[in-house]
């Protein structure tokens, strides 16, 4: 994980952001915690709001979604970053405390699936293939690539992904095991994602997995595979992630919305509500700088409208809504 950050007043990004005007009544800290993937986005966000409103001071620490989510139900937190929606248990440890939140998606990101630079046999994998490696069940048992497709070389694969409470990890197993946390328990994991891109650089006989962000940060270290999903109507055959890709939901399983979810008590603040506002009149330009994929205008529109409305809850019930995009998900919210 990154460590824990105070985001400096000076730090330089565009000038044609939309800022509010200060405020003598927007001052305070906002906190918040979370997802390494969505820390990126929230400190841009950040940097800039505070260049309008030097009273505020927001601090945003990098625990990994679960562990954003644990703070923030224990009511630690104004907004915790996330890279997949609230599961049923953190929804109960919220409830027990009280705490109400509005869940916010802000863009979208792809899951980059890598191996080493030297392997020159593997291109392109399907999700079943995937699944084969880390499903629970190859645990100690598919340890080389010939395991996985016939023809591919007798010898040792080496995995490497987040640790059990990312997000990220959360949304690779439910859209390549089938199931939300569960795989094989014998990779190499970090919550660090510079760690795993060492990890896979240097070793010959890895692959890996992480956010499509951080893939191009290290392009020049690591080789991106394609994902063959097979199913023609996302998009036939092996598909790479990029901006496009996923924003046209062609590059499918592994594409994904990412979120902030604000604490209800403190949402009405006008400290609250002015960042709010500002980071999603902001998200598209901020979100694109700093390697993800922006929601289209009107997307950002109806989250906007979310937050006005003090809607509660997660559009997503039980765990990811793999497949569906968010402007999809919103629509449907509001019945149109």
């Not at 409830?95 to 630079?117: F, H, Q, R, S, T």
């Not at 291109?123 to 645990?139: G, H, N, R």
């Not at 009107?298 to 997503?316: I, K």
Request: net charge negative.
């Amino acid at each position: 994980m990154r460590p824990f950050v105070i985001l400096a007043l000076g730090a330089v990004l565009a000038s044609s952001l939309a800022r509010p005007a200060p405020a003598a009544s927007v001052d305070g800290t906002i906190a918040i915690d979370g997802s390494s993937t969505v820390y990126p986005i929230s400190e841009a966000v950040g940097e800039e709001f505070q260049k309008s409103n030097p009273g505020v001071r927001v601090t945003i620490g990098i625990a990994g979604s679960g562990g954003g989510f644990k703070r923030f139900c224990a009511g630690e937190l104004d907004i915790s970053d996330a890279s997949r929606p609230i599961k049923e248990p953190e929804v109960q440890a919220c409830k027990a405390k009280g705490i109400e939140y509005i869940e916010l998606p802000i863009a979208y990101d792809g899951l980059a699936v890598m191996v080493n630079k030297a392997n020159t046999a593997v291109d392109c994998m399907t999700v079943a293939e995937l699944k084969t490696l880390w499903e629970p069940e190859a645990q100690g048992k598919v340890t080389k690539w010939s395991q996985v497709r016939a023809g591919l070389p007798d010898k040792e694969v080496h995995l490497f992904g987040p640790g059990v409470d990312s997000g990220t990890y959360d949304y690779f197993t439910e859209a390549v095991v089938g199931k939300s946390h569960s795989s094989r328990g014998d990779y190499q994991s970090s919550e660090d994602d510079n760690v795993l891109v060492q990890g896979i650089a240097n070793d010959p006989a890895a692959l890996g997995f992480f956010g499509l962000a951080y893939y191009e940060e290290n392009a020049d270290k690591l080789k991106l595979i394609g994902i063959d999903d097979g199913k023609p109507d996302n998009g036939a055959g092996c598909i790479e992630p990029s901006a496009e890709t996923v924003e046209k939901g062609t590059y499918q399983p592994l594409s994904r919305p990412l979120f902030i979810y604000v604490k209800k008590s403190v949402a009405g603040t006008p400290m609250v509500q002015a960042f709010v506002k500002f980071y999603l009149q902001n998200a598209a330009k901020l979100v694109k700088e700093v390697g993800y994929i922006p929601f289209p205008a009107e997307a950002y529109a109806m989250v906007q409208h979310r937050f006005d409305a003090g809607t509660t809850g997660s559009l997503f019930g039980q765990g990811s809504q793999v497949g569906m995009t968010i402007t999809q998900l919103l629509a449907k919210e509001s019945g149109k």
